[in-house]
């Protein structure tokens, strides 16, 4: 009987192999070179959960800026490293390039809906309503500086109730940016002892990590096997849940108090106002679905991706005291003491802006890109590649391209500076990527990085219970995202 059941397991893999081989023996184009995959394997030999992006980057040395890796037994991705390759597919066949690809840890969750899964017609009719809705919301513009100025009183306000205490600032920090997110999205803001909202901005961190974890990173290659198991998987749709649920019930109260003739509040209104004007179009993308999506997305990136920026910078600080102590000097210089930094005054401290672009150089806080999917079949380089084709633009590689960033692996703000001290444009600086997939948030972003750093640093002196040396800069964990250590922080009022 033994006998048997082990032949009948040997034929069901061999009917599961055989066609592997024979598709990859018949994969149409002309594709890149890279490392030949094993059956059901791909791959993995050359890639290791954990550090998939530290292995790209091996194999790019061998096989060059543009080469092929198998994920697994069926995913097969197209990987561009360094700024030559990104910049031209991206930018220069912006179009080609314009798909997004797949995330395998969430595709479940979205399935194609939202601003930032969707392609095609969805995904350009999301994206031109979600950007002009946020920029009717004062994104770019004085209320929107003025939205943020407010959280960022708080902010510090909550750094001084330390008195002068180490704490962890990861929490605190996620809470500011989530509340301008939230401004935007639902339009509320959430005190920082509200025990929900601490729930919602924990969870997103829980689909940060997971998602770049060492298990997101094998779930990419292997989802087929992996999503039955419990264990991770169980615990990051438990986060997902929690920002879902949370999402669900403001927009349900959006529901109930929607003045129709009246200006959107918020970015949930202006979709419920274009619902309404569509609920005659048998094919309108504005659908709860689409809405929810799209208000879980803004949730979890408003409340992750600046806040992971912000708390790297101040580690930097702390582990260079020297750059914390010019970078205060500038603002006392040119603000004068304890006036809160606006927008207007970016240009007026050229070494203060210089660290904000080295410190998001230095972190690359998405190394590996967000994955990209090809609209038509495209001939890139000499190589023809099919329609579809999974396309990992490895923006780490290029804020780390050494052709660009002489030893780019060091912190030093002066490759932002020119010699007479003013700040330099990086054409590879592209930490929020390039081409019609560019991060949508970017102003947004770029406006709290800025507000919230300058306004700690004029109320505060930053330091660090431990000596500067001991600080690590090495993320906890690179994936899909680079995650910075857990620090301590002291703050003293100037």
């Given amino acids: 009987m033994e006998t048997v059941s082990t032949w009948a397991l040997l034929l069901v893999l061999l009917l599961l192999v055989i066609p592997l081989m024979l598709s990859w023996t018949r994969t149409p184009g002309h594709l890149p070179p890279g490392p030949a995959p094993l059956p059901l394997l791909g791959n993995l030999l050359q890639l290791r959960p954990g550090a998939l992006y530290l292995n790209l980057l091996r194999l790019s040395k061998k096989y060059g800026p543009v080469f092929t890796v198998h994920l697994g037994p069926w995913r097969r991705v197209v990987v561009l490293t360094g700024h030559k390759a990104v910049q031209e597919a991206l930018q220069g066949q912006a179009e080609e390039f314009s798909g997004r690809g797949t995330l395998a840890t969430l595709d479940g969750t979205f399935d194609s809906h939202g601003v930032f899964f969707s392609n095609g017609e969805r995904w350009k009719q999301l994206r031109k309503f979600t950007t002009m809705a946020l920029r009717d919301l ?18 510090v306000e909550a750094f001084q109730g330390t008195e002068g205490q180490p704490f962890d600032p990861s929490l ?3 809470q500011a940016t989530s509340n301008v997110a939230c401004s935007l999205t639902f339009g509320l803001r959430f005190p920082y002892d509200d025990k929900e909202f601490q729930a919602v901005v924990r969870a997103a961190g829980g689909v940060l990590l997971g998602i770049s974890s060492p298990w997101g990173q094998a779930y990419e290659m292997f989802s087929w096997l992996l999503w039955p198991l419990p264990g991770p998987r169980t615990e990051l749709l438990s986060h997902v849940s929690t920002l879902a649920s949370f999402a669900v019930e403001q927009v349900q109260r959006h529901r109930g108090s929607l003045d129709t003739s009246g200006p959107a509040r918020d970015v949930v209104d202006s979709f419920l106002l274009k619902m309404a004007k569509e609920e005659q179009n048998p094919n309108t993308e504005f659908t709860d679905k689409n809405l929810l999506m799209t208000v879980i997305y803004l949730l979890f990136a408003g409340t992750v991706t600046v806040s992971a920026t912000v708390r790297y910078t101040l580690l930097l600080l702390l582990k260079y005291p020297e750059v914390q102590e010019r970078v205060r000097e ?54 023809t590649l099919p329609q579809g084709t999974e396309v990992f633009p490895l923006l780490g590689s290029v804020l780390h391209d050494p052709e660009v960033f002489k030893q780019p692996e060091e912190f030093n703000p002066g490759r932002f500076l020119d010699a007479e001290g003013r700040f330099k444009k990086q054409e590879a600086f592209l930490p929020f990527s390039l081409g019609k997939r560019v991060c949508l948030g970017e102003g947004l972003a770029r406006a709290e990085l800025f507000l919230l750093v300058t306004a700690i640093l004029q109320a505060f002196s930053l330091e660090s219970p431990c000596p500067p040396g001991a600080l690590s ?12 250590p857990a620090f301590q922080l002291q703050v003293r009022p100037r």
């Fill in 473 to 484: 800069l090495q993320p906890a964990v690179s994936g899909l995202f680079n995650i910075p």
């Fill in 330 to 383: 500038e603002l006392t210089k040119e603000l004068g003491a304890g006036r809160a930094p606006g927008l207007g005054d970016r240009a007026r401290l050229p070494y203060t802006d210089a660290v904000l672009h080295e410190a998001q150089r230095l972190l690359a806080l998405v190394p590996m890109g967000i994955p990209h999917v090809l609209t038509r079949p495209t001939c890139f380089r000499g190589y």
């Fill in 138 to 155: 004062g994104m770019g513009k004085q209320e929107g500086e003025q939205l943020i100025q407010a959280e960022v009183q708080c902010l």
């Fill in 172 to 174: 605190l920090l996620a």
